[in-house]
């Protein structure tokens, strides 16, 4: 009875309530696009939220955790350590070459990488197969970051021969 009860009292915070809604979306969209929603994975990105909040987010079912921020995480990350099955962590937000070793010692998936340097560094440092995400400039606008359209493929092979990077397909398998 108890664990019903907590669930019962978990659907009706603001994060449960928003999840369960992000859930229904998700499912409605996926039935649209003629896919599975065990297909879509959600990350839940959670910069400037506090380590309650991101356990309450657990808590109503979020498994991937987005940060864009490497002093962020480095700061929360040991508060939720406890947290079972371990979250995925996802570095969202631009990174720096500088601080790519950092990134690969902390996260699970990093997103945005826009330069060979970056890719490289990851590698460097990653001491295990790391999934990552090249971000393009499709609109080649000078004021945004990644890979121009014509150097994509470019670099997708030469990240390919990078050791401990993997790809991840649009389909969610590696």
Not at 37 to 45: D, G, K, R, Y
Request: include cysteine.
């Amino acid at each position: 009875m108890g664990g019903s009860t907590a669930a019962r009292d978990l659907k009706t915070t603001g994060i449960g309530r928003n999840v369960a809604d992000i859930r229904k979306r998700i499912a409605r969209a996926a039935e649209n696009a003629g896919r599975s929603p065990s297909e879509i994975t959600l990350v839940a990105v959670t910069k400037t939220v506090d380590a309650p909040a991101i356990q309450e987010a657990f808590a109503a079912g979020l498994r991937h955790f987005g940060e864009s921020r490497i002093q962020e995480a480095r700061e929360k990350l040991p508060q939720l350590s406890a947290l079972q099955p371990a979250p995925t962590w996802h570095m969202v937000g631009h990174l720096q070459t500088n601080k790519a070793r950092i990134a690969a010692e902390i996260f699970d998936v990093i997103h945005s990488v826009d330069s060979l340097r970056v890719a490289e560094a990851i590698s460097q440092h990653s001491t295990c197969d790391k999934p990552v995400l090249v971000q393009v400039n499709v609109a080649g606008e000078s004021s945004k970051y990644g890979f121009a359209l014509q150097d994509t493929i470019a670099a997708l092979e030469h990240r390919a021969h990078l050791f401990r990077i993997v790809g991840v397909r649009g389909d969610g398998h590696q």
